[in-house]
């Protein structure tokens, strides 16, 4: 006997509005409106008629609506051709499609991190002088 597991979805339809902090541990589909924050331990996406203003944290995000916000994914990030975004992406792999809008600073893994420049003295003689 086959058994089919269903996962577990949350969707946002097209008609609702939420504002405030969603967490969650399943996919996340927003076809309608959020603002705030979105958390979830699995994949987010954003439909073409979803609009969202919050900090996103995902594992991987598809965004074909509109988004401004910074995000922080462990997966891959996809804007599609429709997709519009301002905000900072800081993930392990990013992919704009052509004709997708994205405005800010992209932060990959293997992104050097921006160090602070440090003045470094010449070395001192390492031997150690004593007065006889």
Known sequence: MN???QENITTL???????GKL???EDIIISGRLEGVL???QNLTIEKSGIVKAD?????LVLSGTL???VNSKGTVIINKSGRMVGDIKSDKII???????KGTILTKGSSKVRSTQKISPKKN??????R
Do not use: C, E, P
């Open 3 to 5: 058994k089919k597991v």
């Open 13 to 19: 339809h097209k008609d609702i509005s939420f504002n």
């Open 23 to 25: 967490v969650g541990d």
């Open 39 to 41: 958390q979830t331990s």
């Open 56 to 60: 996103i944290k995902s594992i991987n």
């Open 68 to 70: 401004v916000g910074n």
């Open 96 to 102: 704009i499609n052509a004709g997708a809008q994205y």
């Open 126 to 131: 390492s031997r150690l002088k004593t007065k």
